[in-house]
């Protein structure tokens, strides 16, 4: 049977998913233009389509299967467009989300201009090339009969991911027994479309384009220290091809504004992968912005029905275990179980106590909006945002549903903004110290003697809801606090193994 065609230049095209997003988009969105891997189809976001359209004017580029553009080709077309919508809209950035050779061309991009506000979402990163089985591939090619080039398992793996793990993850979400029967059908469908690819793509097509890779990973290696662009690598744990998680330590060590997620049950094709969500791993990482700077305030996006299903799974143990009950004060002083006392419009402020590592938040932050629709935005310490505080944590991820629940750093213009928004905000005068509090501490409050959030509520008329927890400070005896760990006689060696970038062991033990 003669192979199909598919010829022409490399060119731009919009998802049909993304038409009709126009009224649902949010107000100044920024443009995200897609780099795909080495097969160029363009169609590597197509699980995420409909929501990143929601935040994103999305461009897909396609590079046809026939097409010889050189490296510097690809990287010039892409330059071309991202000046001419960096110009378009000059105070916005412009995103490029590029996978395996596609952030090598983003890379490239940044290098070459670096006074445009980028953002770069680096998905596998083919600068690992020379470390991986694709080099080894690369060679062997060149002495494989045309006909049996498509068998090699490296190959299939690389141009259609982890096929087991895409059905459910494409359709949506999981089988019901009702849909059992069409399971085989969707399955058949879906491999038809994946094998579309094999079939079009010859042997010497592959081969230049992993060309194309080498010549890409080579240029960007020698430049990554003038890669100015804020960045954002996503690595897959069981990445089949490249030593992603390793590659994602060195690009955060060698690019200065570089923050990286690992995640590690994920293959290569991870964005075509279940339960992996473009769009809320940006929000997560604090990296959505639609100005040049960062506005927690202004940039955010309240979570999705699946980002709040989301946290709440995370306490889920915690909340079976400790069932907690939230009880509230209707206007007539009567106490009643459940939110029905709480104001249903802002602006208010909901000052609390901090209990032992602030385990109530779970609760309360997905307990509010669940029951009332009302969402609060918590004032959090600054640590939760820091790039170095990310790298002593066990998780990268650690704090990201934290943003996405709402969580800003905790200051005084932040506060302005979310009372002048009529917004519900969640304030702990004492903070860090409260909630890790020591020994013989429990439910003692550390509040300013002055507190000014007094004032500035007043300013705009807003509600002061006090509010208490009972019960959580009482679950566990401390048995070490930092002064019991001062006396300790290997503490001083302790304090300089865990003192990383500045962050010392006293800013996690709550030392004044």
């Known amino acids: 049977m003669a192979r199909r065609k598919d010829g022409g230049s490399p060119r731009w095209f919009s998802p049909l998913e993304c038409g009709g997003a126009g009224g649902e988009r ?120 045309e006909p049996l080039h498509l068998t090699t398992p490296q190959l299939l793996t690389f141009l259609t991911g982890n096929f087991m793990k895409m059905p459910s993850t494409v359709v949506g979400r999981g089988f019901s027994p009702e849909e059992d029967n069409t399971l085989s059908e969707i399955t058949s469908s879906l491999l038809s479309s994946l094998m579309f690819l094999v079939d079009i793509l010859t042997k010497e097509s592959i081969i230049w384009k992993l060309k194309i890779l080498k010549t890409a990973a080579s240029f960007v290696n020698s430049r990554l220290h003038a890669v100015k662009a804020q960045t954002l690598v996503l690595a897959s744990g069981n990445d089949e091809l490249l030593p992603s998680s390793q590659e994602a330590e060195k690009l955060r060590d060698a690019i200065e504004k570089c923050r990286t997620r690992l995640f590690r049950d994920n293959g290569h094709k991870i964005l075509l992968e279940a339960e992996f969500d473009l769009a809320t791993t940006i929000k997560g990482a604090g990296y959505y912005r639609r100005s040049r700077k960062t506005d927690f305030v202004s940039d955010y996006l309240p979570p999705t029905p699946d980002e709040l299903q989301q946290a709440i799974n995370r306490d889920r143990i915690l909340n079976f275990i400790t069932d907690p009950v939230l009880l509230s004060t209707l206007p007539d002083g009567k106490i009643v179980r459940g939110l029905a006392g709480l104001p249903r419009e802002g602006p208010a402020v909901l000052v609390g106590y901090h209990m032992l590592l602030g385990l109530e938040l779970g609760p309360m932050v997905t307990g509010v909006p669940s029951s009332t629709g009302v969402h609060i935005r918590g004032l959090a310490h600054p640590f939760m945002f820091d790039k170095n505080s990310e790298q002593i944590m066990p998780d990268s991820a650690h704090f990201d549903l934290h943003r996405i629940m709402g969580a800003v750093p905790v200051t005084g213009s932040n506060f302005y903004k979310l009372l002048a928004d009529k917004e519900f905000v969640l304030l702990y005068p004492g903070g860090a110290r409260e909630a890790l509090h020591r020994k013989g501490e429990e439910y003692k409050l550390f509040w300013p003697d002055q507190p000014e959030f007094v004032r500035m509520a007043s300013r705009f008329g807003a509600a002061i809801i006090p509010f208490g927890v009972v019960g959580e400070d009482d679950i566990c005896d401390l048995l070490l606090d930092y002064n019991d760990l001062q006396k300790l006689p290997f503490y001083d060696m302790l304090d300089k193994v865990l003192t990383r970038d500045g962050l010392k062991l006293r800013v996690v033990v709550s030392k004044d």
């Not at 443009?31 to 699980?47: A, C, E, F, Q, S």
């Not at 670096?114 to 770069?120: E, F, Q, R, Y």
């Open 26 to 145: 949010v107000s100044g969105a920024p443009t995200l233009l897609y780099l795909p891997g080495i097969d160029g189809i363009g169609l590597g976001l197509i699980r995420h389509h409909e929501k990143l359209a929601k935040m994103f004017e999305l461009w897909c580029l396609h590079i046809p299967v026939e097409d010889r553009t050189s490296f510097e080709g690809l990287v010039e077309l892409v330059e071309t467009t991202v000046k001419s919508e960096s110009s378009r809209a000059s105070d916005r950035p412009v995103y490029l989300v590029g996978e395996s050779v596609g952030a090598c061309i983003a890379l490239a991009v940044a290098v070459r201009n670096p006074d445009i506000d980028l953002v770069l979402i680096l998905v596998n990163p083919g600068t690992s090339f020379h470390k991986s089985q694709l080099q080894t591939l690369s060679a062997f090619l060149n002495f494989v009969p």
